[in-house]
């Protein structure tokens, strides 16, 4: 029998012109995946007003403390939400990552 492919991640959250998809990876290895819309200019701006991510401003833009409700501060907990466009480690910070569809950005809670 064929497997049947998986269509039930399409959570999709907000309004607006643009698209992405976003994918959280916690510390405990769930994944959660949404499908994001917006008229935000930067990805931060995007999930700040979706209540997916919340933070402080630091030296270097916004430092994420919480995604999807789940924190990790590193001097807590020895682990840190990083964020990814593409699987890659981002070179921006979220909030300073301008939407660009096609992308799929993402958080993943790493070990310092």
Sequence with gaps: EAA???TESAN???????????TVLDG????????IKTDAETVGEALIE??????EDGP?????????????????????????VDGEYAITGVDATPIEEGKVYSFQAVEG
Excluded at 12 to 22: M, V
Excluded at 28 to 35: I, P, W
């Design 28 to 35: 405990d290895g769930n994944e959660s995946a949404y499908t």
């Design 50 to 55: 979706l209540k997916l991510i919340e933070g």
């Design 60 to 84: 270097y833009g916004l430092y994420v403390k919480s995604v999807g409700g789940k924190r990790y501060d590193y001097d807590e907990h020895g682990k840190y939400w990083a964020f990814f």
């Design 12 to 22: 999709i959250l907000g309004e607006g012109a643009k698209t992405f998809d976003f």
């Design 4 to 6: 049947e492919i998986s």
